[in-house]
């Protein structure tokens, strides 16, 4: 399991930018955003390099955030990847709440897949199937508490 | 007990003291203030009762009465005999000016030292004042009250919150004196100070100048720690000091031995029976300097009738339920802003901080609610957001009667205030014709 974080924002105009900005002005690096969003408000949904330190700069600019354990799981960069990595989980009766694909940077980076499933036997199924699961480590410092 | 003997005076003795001192402003403010010998003419009255009952046959005073006799017209006595004025905030039009002779300086002293001992306090405390110091009547009123009490007394005044922390911290405050929703920012900006509030020796919270409801009693004493006390007062009357709850917790004992309340249906302008709600009208019977007879105060209570276990004999009345002048008519609904405070304090994942915008789209007035969520809310799923607005919306409609737009904004997103809370604000002549 990762840290995400997640942030309620109002939809108006200049705050994701706002967000972006304070997270930049910290040194903080994202590796994956994804706003989900109503008709009068949002959630945005952050993978980065230093979660903790990313957490307190947004409640120091007053944002509301809180922070979700998600799966990040490594699928094959090809048609049909996804549709593998969900169909083991699917056997399994295993549910997904949401999910969101962004790729590792570099030569020979590969897509990774966060999921949000409300089912702790998900890693378990998805290492079953051959996939790697991806700890802390691998995508982010874990920063000092 | 500040002053038992008074506090405490058999019923029968209190009404033959109140008519007599009845008698007595009546003469004084007939002989001394033209606007009252004109009422009084006009209405057909003299200036003397035989009955307390005959009191609702007295012309009123408005708000409008002390506007037009700005600054000094409505003083009943000689400007020498002032020694104090303050101002009532003028949030629309005119302010208006009350004065206080030495008399009342030290009447006052008494009413607000009453308020913090039946509160709880006593010469023990050290009592942090953050009402505002200056014409509003709210930090000096508090102030003398304190000293004469013998409280161990800090004139913080309202504003700079972190300072306010950091006072209650080091000066081991016991008693807070500010509005309630201050107290609320001043809970939150211990939480960023990384000060544990709750820990604090802070016992006592004396709040007022603002309609508060019981839920946010209720999420004020848990977040602080302490014992929230409702307090009553205005400036054209006295300032605070008028009624004050006592331990009980139940209804504001209104120092009778210097003021008249009464109830008045809100349409005929009757006294309604004890228990019955409707406007709050005082007559001021001690004061010297700026008298008022039947001064409408557009506050919505009533009486609760029966005896406190307290033993005070003063009638309580009950929490500010609303102003008249509050009071929103939504699709021909009356809606006071404190029951929909009331509502939101009783949701998990909501602040209670809210504000009530009016708008106007086309010719069609339009209302939405504001409502922060909370900081401790998991934002993750949208499902569970929609969830919360639409259980805001849903309990909202159930308890007022009337469903109400509700949006959903980010913590800390609404103003919040060092005195009266803004919770209306009315946009409708700016969005006229959009």
Redo the contacts between chains.
């Keep these: 399991m990762i840290d995400?974080l997640?942030?309620?924002?109002?939809n108006q105009p200049g705050r994701l930018a706002h967000l972006c900005r304070a997270l930049g002005d910290a040194r903080v690096n994202m590796r994956a955003l994804m706003v989900?969003?109503?008709q009068?408000?949002g959630?945005v949904?952050i993978i980065c390099d230093r979660p903790q330190t990313a957490r307190e700069v947004l409640?120091a600019a007053?944002?509301?955030?809180?922070v979700?354990d998600v799966i990040a799981v490594e699928t094959p960069d090809r048609p049909g990847g996804l549709a593998d990595v969900l169909e083991a989980l699917g056997e399994s009766g295993v549910n997904v709440?949401?999910a969101y694909c962004f790729l590792e940077p570099g030569e020979g980076g590969s897509a990774v897949d966060v999921l949000?499933v409300d089912d702790a036997r998900a890693q378990e199924v998805l290492e079953a199937a051959g996939y790697r699961v991806l700890g802390p480590a691998e995508l982010y410092e874990p920063d000092r508490a | 007990m500040h002053q038992p003997e008074l506090e405490t005076m058999p019923v029968e003795q209190l009404r033959e003291l109140q008519l007599e001192r009845l008698n007595g402003l009546l003469g004084r403010v007939y002989g001394r203030v033209p606007l009252y010998r004109r009422k009084f003419d006009e209405a057909g009255v003299r200036p003397h009762v035989t009955s307390l009952a005959d009191l609702a046959e007295l012309p009123f005073t408005v708000k409008d009465d002390m506007r037009a006799s700005y600054p000094y017209g409505m003083f009943a006595v000689d400007r020498r005999q002032i020694v104090r004025a303050h101002a009532s905030s003028g949030t629309t039009g005119q302010i208006t000016v009350v004065g206080y002779t030495r008399n009342d300086i030290s009447n006052w002293a008494d009413m607000m030292a009453r308020t913090l001992a039946s509160a709880g306090a006593t010469a023990d405390d050290v009592v942090q004042v953050g009402y505002g110091y200056g014409l509003f009547t709210g930090g000096l009123g508090a102030h003398y009250g304190s000293e004469r009490l013998g409280c161990l007394t800090i004139p913080i005044s309202g504003g700079n919150t972190r300072r306010q922390v950091q006072v209650l911290k080091d000066f081991e405050v016991t008693v807070l004196a500010c509005t309630p929703s201050y107290s609320l920012l001043i809970a939150e900006t211990a939480e960023e100070m990384g000060i544990d509030i709750r820990s604090l020796p802070l016992r006592l919270g004396v709040f007022g100048a603002e309609p508060w409801s019981e839920n946010m009693r209720a999420q004020i004493e848990q977040r602080l720690a302490i014992r929230a006390i409702d307090i009553y007062g205005l400036s054209e009357v006295l300032g605070p000091g008028v009624a004050a709850e006592c331990s009980e917790q139940h209804g504001m004992h209104v120092n009778e031995d210097h003021f008249l309340i009464e109830i008045l249906d809100t349409e005929t302008l009757r006294p309604v029976p004890d228990g019955e709600y409707g406007e709050v009208v005082f007559t001021t019977i001690t004061k010297e300097g700026i008298p008022v007879v039947r001064y409408r105060t557009r506050d919505i209570s009533r009486i609760i009738p029966g005896d406190c276990a307290c033993g005070r004999t003063f009638r309580r009345m009950e929490r500010i339920t609303g102003r008249t002048d509050d009071m929103l008519i939504i699709r021909g609904v009356n809606v006071f802003p404190t029951q929909i405070e009331q509502v939101l304090a009783g949701i998990p994942g909501v602040a209670p901080h809210y504000q009530v915008i009016l708008g106007k789209h086309g010719s069609m007035d339009t209302v939405e609610v504001h409502v922060e969520v909370s900081p401790d809310l998991a934002f993750d799923e949208i499902r569970e957001l929609e969830e919360l607005h639409r259980t805001v919306r849903a309990e909202i409609a159930a308890a007022l009667a009337v469903s109400i737009d509700v949006r959903l904004v980010e913590p800390r997103s609404i103003e919040r205030s060092e005195g009266k809370a803004r919770r209306v604000i009315d946009l409708r002549s700016e969005q006229e014709g959009a």
Excluded: C, I, P, W
């Design positions: 995400q997640s942030v309620f924002l109002e989900a969003d109503t009068e408000f959630v949904r409640e007053g944002f509301g955030v809180s979700a709440e949401y949000k």
